[in-house]
């Protein structure tokens, strides 16, 4: 990548403390520009209502983690599509750098994370790109036609 900022999408200052798994409420807050909060209780509502009609007791918040299948219907919701950078045996065809993605806001998923990119820079709460070496699996853009 062409830099990493710091950034922990308005966590704490939505008053959140300590350390978590909550990559995808944070990253969304980023790219989209939407308060912490707002997002953290909109996915939370999701994940709440997804569990309920499956009557399942999973997690309702996402403070350790959001589905895939949840994080995509928000995403969509908020006129973001995914674009898929590789197949399943296919191999790595887009790492973590700014000359591999566009430009823009980004919502990009890695192995185990996902993380903002916004015009070629990281901001998260640490650098994931292995140096540039990080295999992208896809990323959410939005208003794409």
């Known amino acids: 990548m062409s830099g990493y900022v710091y950034n922990d999408?308005?966590?704490?200052?939505?008053?959140?403390?300590?350390?978590?798994g909550d990559c995808v409420c944070r990253s969304i807050a980023i790219a989209t520009g939407k308060p912490y909060k707002e997002v953290y209780d909109e996915l939370s509502a999701m994940m709440k209502a997804a569990n309920k009609k499956a009557n399942l007791r999973g997690k309702n918040t996402p403070r350790d983690g959001v589905s895939k299948?949840?994080?995509?219907?928000?995403?969509?919701?908020?006129?973001?599509?995914?674009?898929?950078?590789?197949?399943?045996?296919q191999g790595?065809?887009?790492?973590?750098?700014?000359?591999?993605?566009?430009?823009?806001?980004?919502?990009?998923s890695v192995s185990k994370h996902i993380t903002a990119v916004i015009d070629g820079v990281i901001h998260d709460t640490y650098d994931p790109?292995?140096?540039?070496?990080?295999?992208?699996?896809?990323y959410f853009l939005k208003g794409v036609s």
Do not use: F, N
């Open 9 to 20: 999408g308005g966590r704490s200052a939505a008053g959140y403390k300590g350390e978590t």
């Open 69 to 89: 299948k949840i994080t995509r219907d928000y995403l969509e919701s908020l006129g973001w599509q995914w674009i898929a950078t590789m197949k399943i045996g």
């Open 92 to 108: 790595c065809k887009t790492h973590l750098r700014a000359d591999e993605l566009p430009a823009g806001r980004l919502v990009v």
């Open 129 to 138: 790109s292995r140096s540039g070496m990080r295999c992208v699996y896809g």
